[in-house]
């Protein structure tokens, strides 16, 4: 987990690098609102006081525009990847460690019993739809897999795979719109 003495700046600079410099990436846009934000909130500057407002308007055009939301009040490591972001939801207090990949439509949500946000380890991938729900803890070097729904804690190093769809042969199709005939 990025250290509290890391500059704002410096963990920007490291996103742009982990997005290969391009500019026209959303999951950067999505990044960098986030890292402001959260500087400007933990800021007691006269400066943070102007800077949260615009960063709350930065932050709702990201939302509008990509679909993606990274509450200030989460926490995101280093070196994360959003290589397709949209749909994206990271829920407020939510911990990411470092060098994660999340693709799209990845929810990291808040149970409904206890309230708990996920706490997810470094070098965490996950796969298109996965979900983690509640105050679960996701340990270093898993796979969540597509489609996945985690609601209990994970151990380091494991795979978490969704059921593979069944796949059954066709039955002979009808026409569509004809009607069957009386005998």
Not at 52 to 68: F, M
Not at 69 to 98: F, S
Not at 149 to 174: E, F, I, K, Y
Request: aromatic share 2%; charged share 20%.
């Amino acid at each position: 987990m990025a250290n509290d003495e890391t500059s704002v700046w410096r963990l920007i600079r490291e996103d742009v690098r982990t997005h290969r410099y391009n500019p026209a990436s959303t999951g950067l846009h999505a990044l960098v609102v986030h890292r402001l934000g959260r500087a400007a909130h933990e800021s007691r500057s006269p400066l943070a006081r102007v800077a949260r407002p615009l960063c709350r308007a930065a932050w709702l055009l990201v939302k509008g525009l990509y679909n993606v939301e990274l509450p200030h009040t989460a926490r995101i490591g280093r070196r994360v990847r959003l290589p397709h972001p949209h749909a994206v939801v990271v829920v407020e207090g939510a911990v990411v460690g470092d060098d994660c990949l999340l693709r799209h439509s990845v929810t990291l949500g808040a149970g409904t019993r206890d309230g708990g946000a996920p706490v997810i380890g470094d070098r965490v991938e996950f796969g298109p739809g996965a979900m983690v729900i509640g105050g679960v803890t996701v340990g270093d070097d898993v796979l969540v897999g597509p489609g996945a729904l985690v609601m209990q804690d994970v151990p380091a190093g494991s795979r978490v795979l969704a059921p593979l769809a069944t796949v059954r042969p066709a039955r002979r199709a009808r026409p569509i719109g004809r009607a069957r005939r009386a005998s």
